[in-house]
């Protein structure tokens, strides 16, 4: 019989010696699950958090998507790029500035079931697409530029491209299209207008709040021309408006076209002294590069310059990273931006027992709706149901010179939303 | 609690074998298992493949749907213009779709899948999955869109581009008759034309213009009527929004256009890659079975040897702990049984073997101290018996065993060597062969009687040597006999006596010898003690008679009276002179004699001796020695030796004189004493005479024996031969038979120094007279005046002293007086020598001359006087007193 107890006592001395690692793991408490209603994402310990980032990079407008991803740069600088002690992953794709640009940018973001939201975008022509995308696969995007009213909301009430889970820092220029119509009207005493839009969601969207008050207010808007992004021939437009012979002419284009009716305009003898108003687009220090002199005149409508010491700080920030002065005054809203989804990941986000992150899609949206009062650098930010967290603030400048640059631009207000700015305006006069 | 195992040492057989049989079992199933394992895994892979294949599949599908739904909406756009928008709708719209569906589908089945739950890597990104399936998606709705705007643009009869067409025709023919107006719609058509080929919005900004322009011209148109007038600004407006909505038509169309751009710059290298995937897929599938198989293979052969090798190890444990061990007490038994007794099984392990071996080994043990016992008996008893043995073979006596015929069974060495024979030879051969014919019949006599006896009483036994010669032993035996008292063999032992009887010979030859010697000793000291006396008186007599003599005058028969009275002295001097040189006493004067020039010297006088009836016949040899001899003292003994051989030669012989070197070894002279180990010469005289018995020989040495008749002779002539010859250190032998003649050998010492002669020259003395003082000193009071009276004659001074001291006290009163001291030698209280020494210390220049009728060792060695003694045999005459004294002073 010893042979027999031999065996089994082997056997059973091997068993014990398999089961001693297993029994050596310390019980852990359960996991939770991700209960979120648009699901979760689960970041290991060891892994990153991926944002999405969608930008114009290319084109006259990079200026303006890279304002956008310096912004977002430096609100992860200030959080040692890390969230939830988790290094953020960018994953960075060029918009074109188009629609199609953003639609294809997003799917790419989208398409990585890891990206946890999606910074942008530039324009708003591609945030009309974009965010399409991604609303649809229960992402949040956040943008510090995009201010087509039709992105939101238009009159209060929601505008034809708005997606559940788009939300934006750069204000609703539906009130720039209004500024501009009420100061040609009003205070330059224009009752003839035209414009110009390029079927881009932003610019058809200043030019109808423009032409919607214009016309309000009692004036005529005789022509309401289109040009096609990237075509260069604008001499039949051009003719069109100077057979017109309108008083004024709001033109809130991007650059390259926005550069082009401005010289071809003043090229032109019937509309070299045309008054001319532009968009906040255009608000670019390239822009002044590019046409110079020929700018001097021309009225831009475009967001308050937030005067705070967070700015001023921010400002320092940037150039001692960036070696140089911003172009534009878009990456203040994009900081805003930046910060703000920061929060709302680190409100959506439960830290499991072994250390992975269980983040909700829908808890982020809900963070962001419920966004009231945020101290950004561009002022209080209180997200509304449309994704506006804004509170609009627009000014009226006057070019004088363009070798002082935005600087100089902000300096010559002419005319505001604010009561102070206008009274101070009229003083001038 | 698992208590500790039983050590496999202390397991039996049984349990042993029960272990490894369980190992063995464990072995198989754990090979069996491992087996499962393997074929498991190769089903995984293999399921893998399948799932990797289908995959595949898939993705190649969706790749080609979604090319082929692009060529097929490329080719609608190329195509519904000319061949129309419901045949293109229908030919490459629809099927774009139904791809672009199916595309869909497989994109979301691939995206459903789990590609963590592979086996192997596979590079499928879902991500890529995701852009993909989103961009089907998206080319889905861009494309459908497409559809409805191109259907917008171009559906008759309805399409903007047909309302456009109908509404140019009416304006065309509402111009007709205003060419102006004409002018302007034909540069509005050909900008809309410009328009719908290079689509660009500035072309129909033209168109715009130029229709702005028509709106403001025409109502100056007189030839136009107002109804027309208000139907073209009608026909303007609808055409300026349909075209507008074309723009807006294009416009999406363009931007659906850059969509698919997108869309295939998204997805081509996404495409490329799962295509490259898919052909990595192959690859990686068709190395993962070829992996699954050979790591199934690796598994199964490692098992197999880990098999082998766990099996190998069992043998080898089996085999060390049972079959070896078996084997090794085999192997000890083996070695036991053939008488190693040292050796010792190893135990090992406590089991049924090691219990064996144990017992193995304590009844080795137990056999080994009993072997051990009765080997130290054997080597005790060899040890007796090799003692015996070696007494037995060593033994200074012969030994023999024989059975009871006389059969030899064992000699000894000595006893084989003493019959001149090797133990070998004479091994098993029968006494017999030790026996001559007259010897055998004494043999089977002692035989018998020794058998009957029991016992063989030391006995002496002449046997026969190998080389026939006979010879004594001295025999003695006993039977031997068995446990039962039956006589088993016969066992001698045997002396060889022949060197003991030889010896014994010897000795009494020698013992004869030595009482021969004596005698002749005492005879020769009486004879020299009667010569003394007898040269003492005869010097007187013989003085005085010369005295007398030279007195007598003319009286002639006093004269001859005298003169006999000289003679007879001179006779009895020789007779004495004889008596000494037999007792050695005789003064001699040796020199070195050649033998052979002496004889032939003496040659002629020799024959004249023995006349002319006896030959005499010399065989000299050429190579002899000189001896050391008075050479008158060799003249004497050839001429004894002859005389003797012609006396005893009746009538006509011969006698031989022969000479020889001969050499004496020492073992010569052990049993020959009267002659020392040497070189001689040898000188025989050979006679053919009657010879002598041995009665006779045993007595011719002594003196004044004779056979000769009465008168004939003195009986001095061997005794005086065997004086001189002993005197000069040599040997005499006599070989005679009675009728077969007399050889007598004399030996003398070869004398091997070249110095020749050692008699001192002495000055030739013409005068003897003298004047000067001698001293005489002799006891002899009668031999005192006559030498006083002599030298006083011849005019010496002479002083005569009879005992030394006076003669001493005469000189210590008288110093430097005397020139010469004669002196006797033996004299009482002071010899002559002792006197000279006192009288030299007194008058050391004073000169001595000793007389004496013998030498004395006082002054000589065995009768050689040296040559720096003067010395004067007694009796001596007047004449050779005085030339001895003259030739004494006259020598410087």
Same mark, same amino acid.
């Given at each position: 019989?010893?042979?027999?107890?031999?065996?089994?006592?082997?056997?059973?001395?091997?068993?014990?010696?398999?089961?001693?690692?297993?029994?050596?793991?310390?019980?852990?408490?359960?996991?939770?699950?991700?209960?979120?209603?648009?699901?979760?994402?689960?970041?290991?310990?060891?892994?990153?958090?991926?944002?999405?980032?969608?930008?114009?990079?290319?084109?006259?407008?990079?200026?303006?998507?890279?304002?956008?991803?310096?912004?977002?740069?430096?609100?992860?600088?200030?959080?040692?790029?890390?969230?939830?002690?988790?290094?953020?992953?960018?994953?960075?794709?060029?918009?074109?500035?188009?629609?199609?640009?953003?639609?294809?940018?997003?799917?790419?973001?989208?398409?990585?079931?890891?990206?946890?939201?999606?910074?942008?975008?530039?324009?708003?022509?591609?945030?009309?697409?974009?965010?399409?995308?991604?609303?649809?696969?229960?992402?949040?995007?956040?943008?510090?530029?995009?201010?087509?009213?039709?992105?939101?909301?238009?009159?209060?009430?929601?505008?034809?491209?708005?997606?559940?889970?788009?939300?934006?820092?750069?204000? #609703?220029?539906?009130?720039?299209?209004? %500024?501009?119509?009420? *100061?040609? /009207? =009003?205070?330059? !005493? &224009?009752?003839?207008?035209?414009?110009?839009?390029? #079927?881009?969601?932003?610019?058809?969207? %200043?030019?109808?709040? *423009?032409? /919607? =008050?214009?016309? !309000? &207010?009692?004036?005529?808007?005789?022509?309401?021309?289109?040009?096609?992004?990237?075509?260069?021939?604008?001499?039949?437009?051009?003719?069109?408006?100077?057979?017109?012979?309108?008083?004024?002419?709001?033109?809130?284009?991007?650059?390259?076209?926005?550069?082009?009716?401005?010289?071809?305009?003043?090229?032109?003898?019937?509309?070299?002294?045309?008054?001319?108003?532009?968009?906040?687009?255009?608000?670019?220090?390239?822009?002044?590069?590019?046409?110079?002199?020929?700018?001097?005149?021309?009225?831009?409508?475009?967001?308050?310059?937030?005067?705070?010491?967070?700015?001023?700080?921010?400002?320092?920030?940037?150039?001692?990273?960036?070696?140089?002065?911003?172009?534009?005054?878009?990456?203040?809203?994009?900081?805003?931006?930046?910060?703000?989804?920061?929060?709302?990941?680190?409100?959506?986000?439960?830290?499991?027992?072994?250390?992975?992150?269980?983040?909700?899609?829908?808890?982020?949206?809900?963070?962001?709706?419920?966004?009231?009062?945020?101290?950004?650098?561009?002022?209080?930010?209180?997200?509304?149901?449309?994704?506006?967290?804004?509170?609009?603030?627009?000014?009226?400048?006057?070019?004088?010179?363009?070798?002082?640059?935005?600087?100089?631009?902000?300096?010559?207000?002419?005319?505001?939303?604010?009561?102070?700015?206008?009274?101070?305006?009229?003083?001038?006069? | 609690?698992?208590?500790?195992?039983?050590?496999?040492?202390?397991?039996?057989?049984?349990?042993?074998?029960?272990?490894?049989?369980?190992?063995?079992?464990?072995?198989?199933?754990?090979?069996?298992?491992?087996?499962?394992?393997?074929?498991?895994?190769?089903?995984?892979?293999?399921?893998?493949?399948?799932?990797?294949?289908?995959?595949?599949?898939?993705?190649?599908?969706?790749?080609?749907?979604?090319?082929?739904s692009k060529n097929l909406l490329n080719n609608f756009f190329i195509h519904y213009q000319?061949m129309?928008l419901?045949q293109a709708h229908e030919d490459y719209a629809q099927p774009s779709i139904?791809?672009?569906?199916?595309?869909?589908?497989?994109?979301?089945?691939?995206?459903?899948?789990?590609?963590?739950?592979?086996?192997?890597?596979?590079?499928?990104?879902?991500?890529?999955?995701?852009?993909?399936?989103?961009?089907?998606?998206?080319?889905?709705?861009?494309s459908?869109?497409a559809v409805?705007?191109v259907t917008?643009?171009?559906?008759?009869?309805?399409?903007?581009?047909?309302?456009?067409?109908?509404?140019?025709?009416?304006?065309?023919?509402?111009?007709?008759?205003?060419?102006?107006?004409?002018?302007?719609?034909?540069?509005?058509?050909?900008?809309?034309?410009?328009?719908?080929?290079?689509?660009?919005?500035?072309?129909?900004?033209?168109?715009?213009?130029?229709?702005?322009?028509?709106?403001?011209?025409?109502?100056?148109?007189?030839?136009?009527?107002?109804?027309?007038?208000?139907?073209?600004?009608?026909?303007?407006?609808?055409?300026?929004?349909?075209?507008?909505?074309?723009?807006?038509?294009?416009?999406?169309?363009?931007?659906?256009?850059?969509?698919?751009?997108?869309?295939?710059?998204?997805?081509?290298?996404?495409?490329?890659?799962?295509?490259?995937?898919?052909?990595?897929?192959?690859?990686?599938?068709?190395?993962?079975?070829?992996?699954?198989?050979?790591?199934?293979?690796?598994?199964?052969?490692?098992?197999?040897?880990?098999?082998?090798?766990?099996?190998?190890?069992?043998?080898?444990?089996?085999?060390?702990?049972?079959?070896?061990?078996?084997?090794?007490?085999?192997?000890?038994?083996?070695?036991?049984?053939?008488?190693?007794?040292?050796?010792?099984?190893?135990?090992?392990?406590?089991?049924?073997?090691?219990?064996?071996?144990?017992?193995?080994?304590?009844?080795?043990?137990?056999?080994?101290?009993?072997?051990?016992?009765?080997?130290?008996?054997?080597?005790?008893?060899?040890?007796?018996?090799?003692?015996?043995?070696?007494?037995?073979?060593?033994?200074?006596?012969?030994?023999?065993?024989?059975?009871?015929?006389?059969?030899?069974?064992?000699?000894?060495?000595?006893?084989?060597?003493?019959?001149?024979?090797?133990?070998?030879?004479?091994?098993?051969?029968?006494?017999?062969?030790?026996?001559?014919?007259?010897?055998?019949?004494?043999?089977?006599?002692?035989?018998?009687?020794?058998?009957?006896?029991?016992?063989?009483?030391?006995?002496?036994?002449?046997?026969?040597?190998?080389?026939?010669?006979?010879?004594?032993?001295?025999?003695?035996?006993?039977?031997?006999?068995?446990?039962?008292?039956?006589?088993?063999?016969?066992?001698?032992?045997?002396?060889?006596?022949?060197?003991?009887?030889?010896?014994?010979?010897?000795?009494?030859?020698?013992?004869?010898?030595?009482?021969?010697?004596?005698?002749?000793?005492?005879?020769?000291?009486?004879?020299?003690?009667?010569?003394?006396?007898?040269?003492?008186?005869?010097?007187?007599?013989?003085?005085?008679?010369?005295?007398?003599?030279?007195?007598?005058?003319?009286?002639?028969?006093?004269?001859?009276?005298?003169?006999?009275?000289?003679?007879?002295?001179?006779?009895?001097?020789?007779?004495?002179?004889?008596?000494?040189?037999?007792?050695?006493?005789?003064?001699?004067?040796?020199?070195?004699?050649?033998?052979?020039?002496?004889?032939?010297?003496?040659?002629?006088?020799?024959?004249?001796?023995?006349?002319?009836?006896?030959?005499?016949?010399?065989?000299?040899?050429?190579?002899?020695?000189?001896?050391?001899?008075?050479?008158?003292?060799?003249?004497?003994?050839?001429?004894?030796?002859?005389?003797?051989?012609?006396?005893?030669?009746?009538?006509?012989?011969?006698?031989?004189?022969?000479?020889?070197?001969?050499?004496?070894?020492?073992?010569?002279?052990?049993?020959?004493?009267?002659?020392?180990?040497?070189?001689?010469?040898?000188?025989?005289?050979?006679?053919?005479?009657?010879?002598?018995?041995?009665?006779?020989?045993?007595?011719?040495?002594?003196?004044?024996?004779?056979?000769?008749?009465?008168?004939?002779?003195?009986?001095?002539?061997?005794?005086?031969?065997?004086?001189?010859?002993?005197?000069?250190?040599?040997?005499?032998?006599?070989?005679?038979?009675?009728?077969?003649?007399?050889?007598?050998?004399?030996?003398?010492?070869?004398?091997?120094?070249?110095?020749?002669?050692?008699?001192?020259?002495?000055?030739?003395?013409?005068?003897?007279?003298?004047?000067?003082?001698?001293?005489?000193?002799?006891?002899?009071?009668?031999?005192?005046?006559?030498?006083?009276?002599?030298?006083?004659?011849?005019?010496?001074?002479?002083?005569?002293?009879?005992?030394?001291?006076?003669?001493?006290?005469?000189?210590?009163?008288?110093?430097?007086?005397?020139?010469?001291?004669?002196?006797?030698?033996?004299?009482?209280?002071?010899?002559?020598?002792?006197?000279?020494?006192?009288?030299?210390?007194?008058?050391?220049?004073?000169?001595?001359?000793?007389?004496?009728?013998?030498?004395?060792?006082?002054?000589?060695?065995?009768?050689?006087?040296?040559?720096?003694?003067?010395?004067?045999?007694?009796?001596?005459?007047?004449?050779?007193?005085?030339?001895?004294?003259?030739?004494?002073?006259?020598?410087?």
């Amino acid at each position: 019989m010893l042979p027999i107890k031999i065996f089994i006592r082997t056997l059973y001395t091997a068993t014990v010696l398999l089961l001693l690692p297993l029994g050596a793991c310390k019980s852990t408490p359960p996991l939770i699950k991700c209960s979120d209603l648009l699901g979760c994402i689960t970041i290991d310990t060891n892994q990153p958090i991926k944002l999405g980032v969608l930008q114009a990079l290319s084109g006259k407008v990079a200026p303006l998507g890279e304002a956008q991803v310096r912004g977002l740069q430096l609100a992860l600088d200030n959080k040692d790029n890390k969230i939830l002690s988790h290094p953020v992953e960018l994953q960075i794709e060029d918009t074109g500035c188009t629609r199609e640009g953003g639609a294809n940018a997003a799917l790419k973001v989208i398409a990585d079931p890891q990206t946890v939201a999606i910074f942008g975008t530039t324009c708003s022509e591609a945030a009309a697409s974009a965010s399409k995308v991604m609303s649809a696969a229960g992402i949040t995007m956040i943008s510090g530029n995009n201010s087509a009213p039709f992105l939101t909301s238009v009159a209060g009430e929601v505008a034809p491209h708005w997606q559940l889970g788009f939300f934006r820092t750069a204000a #609703n220029e539906e009130n720039a299209g209004k %500024l501009a119509a009420t *100061f040609a /009207y =009003t205070e330059l !005493g &224009l009752r003839t207008a035209a414009t110009i839009n390029d #079927n881009d969601i932003y610019t058809k969207g %200043l030019t109808e709040s *423009f032409n /919607y =008050t214009f016309t !309000g &207010l009692g004036g005529e808007v005789i022509l309401d021309l289109a040009i096609n992004k990237g075509e260069q021939i604008l001499t039949p437009t051009l003719t069109a408006i100077a057979k017109a012979q309108p008083e004024i002419l709001f033109f809130p284009l991007f650059q390259p076209e926005g550069n082009q009716v401005l010289l071809q305009t003043r090229a032109l003898p019937s509309l070299k002294n045309i008054p001319m108003i532009t968009g906040g687009a255009l608000i670019e220090k390239s822009f002044f590069e590019d046409v110079g002199n020929v700018a001097i005149g021309v009225y831009f409508v475009g967001q308050a310059y937030p005067h705070g010491l967070q700015a001023q700080q921010l400002l320092q920030q940037y150039i001692k990273k960036y070696k140089k002065d911003p172009g534009v005054d878009y990456y203040l809203s994009a900081y805003d931006a930046a910060n703000l989804l920061i929060r709302a990941i680190t409100e959506a986000t439960i830290v499991n027992s072994d250390g992975t992150l269980l983040i909700g899609r829908k808890a982020i949206r809900d963070s962001l709706y419920s966004t009231q009062n945020f101290e950004g650098v561009t002022g209080n930010l209180s997200c509304d149901k449309f994704g506006d967290c804004a509170t609009p603030s627009f000014n009226i400048f006057l070019l004088k010179n363009p070798q002082q640059g935005i600087t100089g631009l902000r300096q010559n207000i002419v005319y505001s939303t604010s009561p102070v700015l206008q009274n101070s305006f009229h003083q001038q006069l | 609690m698992i208590k500790k195992l039983p050590n496999w040492h202390y397991l039996n057989i049984t349990s042993k074998s029960r272990a490894v049989f369980a190992l063995l079992v464990l072995l198989f199933a754990l090979f069996i298992i491992t087996a499962y394992g393997c074929f498991r895994f190769v089903k995984n892979t293999e399921n893998d493949i399948r799932i990797t294949n289908n995959l595949s599949q898939q993705i190649l599908e969706m790749n080609l749907g979604m090319e082929k739904s692009k060529n097929l909406l490329n080719n609608f756009f190329i195509h519904y213009q000319q061949m129309g928008l419901e045949q293109a709708h229908e030919d490459y719209a629809q099927p774009s779709i139904y791809q672009i569906s199916k595309t869909i589908s497989l994109s979301n089945e691939i995206k459903k899948r789990t590609f963590k739950d592979l086996r192997f890597s596979l590079n499928v990104n879902e991500t890529d999955i995701n852009i993909f399936l989103a961009s089907a998606k998206r080319f889905a709705e861009t494309s459908l869109q497409a559809v409805v705007l191109v259907t917008r643009r171009a559906a008759q009869p309805n399409g903007l581009l047909e309302q456009l067409k109908v509404h140019s025709e009416q304006l065309d023919t509402l111009f007709s008759s205003s060419p102006n107006m004409r002018e302007l719609n034909a540069q509005a058509h050909l900008f809309y034309k410009e328009y719908l080929l290079t689509l660009t919005r500035s072309s129909m900004q033209e168109v715009f213009n130029r229709h702005q322009a028509i709106t403001q011209q025409l109502p100056n148109q007189k030839n136009i009527s107002k109804d027309a007038q208000l139907h073209i600004l009608e026909l303007l407006q609808k055409w300026d929004a349909l075209a507008t909505n074309l723009l807006s038509v294009d416009l999406d169309l363009t931007s659906i256009k850059k969509d698919f751009q997108l869309q295939e710059q998204t997805v081509a290298p996404i495409s490329q890659a799962l295509i490259t995937e898919v052909h990595y897929f192959t690859e990686q599938a068709r190395e993962q079975i070829e992996k699954a198989y050979s790591i199934a293979l690796t598994i199964t052969a490692i098992l197999a040897a880990i098999t082998l090798i766990v099996m190998m190890k069992l043998a080898s444990l089996l085999h060390n702990t049972i079959t070896k061990r078996i084997l090794h007490l085999s192997d000890v038994a083996d070695q036991f049984s053939k008488g190693d007794l040292f050796v010792r099984a190893r135990v090992g392990d406590h089991d049924e073997l090691g219990k064996l071996s144990e017992i193995f080994n304590t009844t080795v043990f137990r056999i080994q101290e009993l072997v051990k016992n009765l080997e130290n008996q054997v080597i005790l008893r060899t040890q007796e018996f090799q003692t015996f043995k070696s007494i037995f073979d060593t033994a200074n006596y012969g030994s023999a065993i024989t059975d009871l015929k006389g059969n030899l069974l064992y000699v000894n060495d000595y006893y084989a060597k003493i019959h001149g024979y090797t133990q070998e030879e004479i091994n098993n051969k029968h006494l017999a062969i030790f026996h001559s014919e007259e010897q055998l019949a004494h043999f089977n006599d002692i035989t018998s009687s020794f058998l009957e006896d029991g016992r063989f009483e030391p006995s002496e036994i002449w046997h026969t040597h190998k080389d026939g010669i006979a010879f004594p032993m001295l025999m003695a035996g006993t039977v031997v006999y068995d446990q039962h008292g039956a006589p088993q063999s016969m066992a001698v032992t045997a002396l060889d006596i022949a060197e003991q009887k030889q010896a014994e010979i010897e000795k009494s030859q020698i013992e004869a010898q030595y009482y021969q010697a004596q005698k002749m000793e005492s005879v020769g000291r009486l004879a020299g003690g009667v010569a003394h006396d007898f040269n003492n008186m005869l010097s007187v007599i013989l003085g005085f008679a010369e005295i007398a003599r030279a007195s007598a005058g003319t009286n002639t028969s006093l004269q001859n009276g005298l003169t006999e009275i000289i003679n007879a002295a001179h006779k009895s001097a020789d007779l004495v002179r004889q008596l000494l040189a037999f007792s050695r006493k005789q003064a001699i004067t040796p020199q070195m004699v050649q033998c052979n020039t002496k004889l032939a010297e003496s040659r002629n006088m020799l024959e004249r001796l023995i006349g002319e009836d006896v030959h005499l016949h010399y065989d000299l040899d050429d190579t002899l020695g000189p001896v050391l001899i008075d050479p008158s003292q060799f003249d004497q003994v050839i001429t004894n030796l002859v005389v003797n051989a012609r006396d005893a030669i009746q009538g006509v012989g011969t006698i031989k004189i022969s000479t020889e070197h001969v050499t004496f070894a020492e073992d010569y002279c052990h049993t020959h004493t009267y002659i020392a180990p040497g070189k001689y010469s040898m000188v025989a005289v050979e006679d053919s005479g009657c010879g002598m018995s041995q009665e006779i020989m045993t007595q011719i040495f002594e003196p004044f024996f004779t056979t000769k008749e009465q008168g004939k002779g003195t009986g001095l002539g061997l005794s005086t031969v065997f004086g001189i010859v002993k005197q000069n250190g040599g040997a005499v032998n006599v070989y005679s038979e009675e009728g077969q003649g007399t050889i007598v050998k004399v030996y003398f010492p070869l004398h091997e120094t070249t110095k020749t002669g050692l008699t001192k020259d002495m000055p030739t003395t013409t005068t003897i007279q003298g004047t000067e003082t001698i001293l005489i000193v002799e006891d002899e009071t009668s031999l005192l005046r006559l030498c006083s009276t002599i030298l006083e004659s011849l005019g010496y001074t002479v002083v005569g002293e009879q005992n030394p001291q006076s003669a001493l006290d005469h000189v210590k009163q008288n110093p430097r007086k005397f020139d010469l001291l004669l002196t006797d030698v033996i004299m009482p209280d002071m010899n002559g020598n002792q006197l000279r020494e006192a009288i030299e210390e007194i008058q050391p220049q004073i000169k001595t001359l000793f007389m004496s009728g013998y030498t004395s060792e006082i002054i000589s060695y065995q009768g050689v006087v040296a040559k720096s003694v003067n010395f004067i045999q007694k009796p001596f005459s007047k004449q050779s007193l005085a030339e001895k004294i003259r030739s004494i002073l006259d020598a410087r």
